[in-house]
């Protein structure tokens, strides 16, 4: 078994003694999509002792394009992306302790998941979450990688509590619905995602083995126009988060309707409901439009949207951007 890191244990800067730092670590990654799938396989690759993989999603064709953990069978047997990278990863590295989480990160649920974690791994596709994650970090003294990509280009940092600036420096708040690009109307290629997933692990494994050398900086890519930037960003004096306001952790409401990124879908989110019973809802919903489920989701398609509902209450409705549809359908069919 020492072998299988025999050629990251021989590079002097992890050695033996960097190998046995990362057989101790526990990281989270927070989605698992292209950058998530990246980061996932590189650490898991690596022997970090324990990794938690949360995500919310299901897979869907288009993901393959650069979703490097998913093939078609993942797809016809309608995984979620928390259980398909799970299997995929078990196969990779059986040493490692791996837990795929079929969750939405939210208020309600942050904190005990990233609870005890070394580093959390940004993989997620929008800006609340990151903001959400960020006021969890610094509350919890936990480091975090951002990384974002777009097109062809890509963005990451550190955000390392008392060290660096937070994400919440850099970004006051969140920008308003139609300006900030989105893989839906930008798209994206798999070079840069790979690249900015691979700029992560490298973070990682520094933060994790306590390297000298970890970017206090912002790199930003362009694989397409081949240009690399590094630049140094400030802690604002009156940033909230830094000064222990947490704003996006203390938001607590109740359902919350997201529209997903890329998807025409809308997720809902129920925090407040107990435990969904699917052959209950399955029998319920029957006579009504086409159910389907297995142990991770049902399916209910109806009104020329499709449901999905996850154990936990929380929803998707696909083939709408509508939030006010979506919640009609979700209060109609599955219930507040
Ligand atoms: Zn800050």
Redesign the pocket.
Same mark, same amino acid.
């Given at each position: 078994m020492t072998d299988r890191y025999s050629r990251q244990t021989i590079f002097p800067q992890i050695g033996n003694k960097g190998q046995q730092k990362l057989s101790g670590s526990f990281v989270v990654i927070a989605g698992c999509g292209a950058l998530g799938t990246v980061t996932a396989s590189a650490l898991v690759r690596a022997g970090v002792g324990r990794i938690r993989i949360i995500d919310r999603d299901f897979i869907e064709f288009h993901n393959l394009q650069r979703q490097f953990l998913f093939d078609e069978e993942d797809i016809n047997n309608q995984l979620p992306k928390a259980v398909a990278a799970q299997r995929h990863l078990e196969k990779i590295n059986s040493s490692v302790s791996i837990e795929g989480v079929v969750a939405d990160v939210n208020y309600s649920n942050v904190e005990s998941l990233i609870k005890g974690a070394n580093l959390i791994v940004d993989g997620s596709d929008n800006f609340e979450t990151r903001l959400l994650v960020n006021d969890a970090c610094l509350k919890h003294r936990i480091p975090w990688i951002y990384g974002g990509a777009i097109a062809s280009s890509g963005m990451t940092m550190n955000i390392i509590p008392d060290v660096t600036? $937070?994400f /919440? $420096?850099r970004l006051p708040k969140l920008p308003s619905e139609g300006v900030a690009l989105t893989c839906d109307t930008a798209g994206v290629i798999s070079p840069a995602t790979m690249t900015i997933g691979a700029l992560q692990s490298a973070e990682a494994l520094k933060i994790l083995t306590g390297s000298k050398k970890v970017n206090h900086d912002v790199l930003m890519v362009d694989v397409w126009e081949d240009t690399f930037l590094k630049f140094k960003s400030r /802690? /604002?004096t009156d $940033?909230p988060? $830094?000064s222990g306001t947490y704003d996006f952790l203390d938001a607590r409401h109740g359902t919350v309707t997201t529209i997903l990124c890329g998807q025409n879908a809308v997720q809902i989110l129920n925090p407040d409901r107990k435990k969904v019973s699917f052959k209950q809802l399955a029998k319920q919903l029957e006579s009504l439009g086409r159910v389907s489920y297995n142990e991770f989701m049902l399916t209910f398609e109806v009104d020329h949207c499709e449901l999905m509902v996850f154990p936990d209450g929380r929803a998707i409705v696909k083939n709408t951007n509508d939030e006010a549809r979506a919640r009609s359908l979700y209060a109609k069919y599955i219930g507040m």
């Open positions: 600036p $937070c /919440r $420096c /802690r /604002r $940033c988060a $830094c």
